[in-house]
């Protein structure tokens, strides 16, 4: 716990882990199951197949109503696709909002109902990496499951 000065960020473990079990999870609570691998499997089946894992989630829908409340986004945020030129009239792709597929994805929503007319449509983005942590967990490996939303800007990315 202690850093070069011999002072550490916390007096001791205890307070450090009950500091960090303080942070509030906002309205959106971390949940856990348990997966459980199939019963038929082959004997050659690879070894992740055959293990099971604890599934740690946030319920998807109250993260995107959280982003979508957050003031934080108000100028960072396009409700409805958009067509952006430059001055010689060549289309400038910028952010999610700004796609051919967004574009034309909107179009079709209203030409099939246009009781749809004035809806937002909002996109969900994910994103996957592996990450490996290697302090005190002997290198478990992780692969966090990102989620945001097609109306921010990209400049958004990382705001709280």
Known sequence: ?????????????????TAI????YGSS???????????????????WQTETYKIWYQ???????NIL???????????????????DDKCRWSDYMSGNFAWR??????????????????????GSDKTTVSVGTGNIEYWPLYLSIGNLHNSAAGTP
Do not use: Q, R
């Open 105 to 126: 994805h909107a179009d079709t929503i209203y030409a099939k109902d246009p009781a749809n007319e004035g809806a937002m449509v909002v996109y969900i983005v994910l």
């Open 1 to 17: 716990m202690a850093n070069a000065g011999g002072e550490g960020p916390s007096a001791s473990a205890k307070a450090l882990y």
């Open 29 to 47: 609570p971390w949940k856990c199951f348990i997966s459980e691998p199939h019963t038929n499997l082959p004997e050659s089946a690879p070894v």
């Open 21 to 24: 079990n303080d942070i509030p």
């Open 59 to 65: 319920d998807p829908d109250v993260v995107v109503w």
């Open 69 to 87: 409340a957050n003031p934080n986004f108000a100028d960072s945020f396009d409700p409805s696709p958009y067509l952006e030129t430059d001055c």
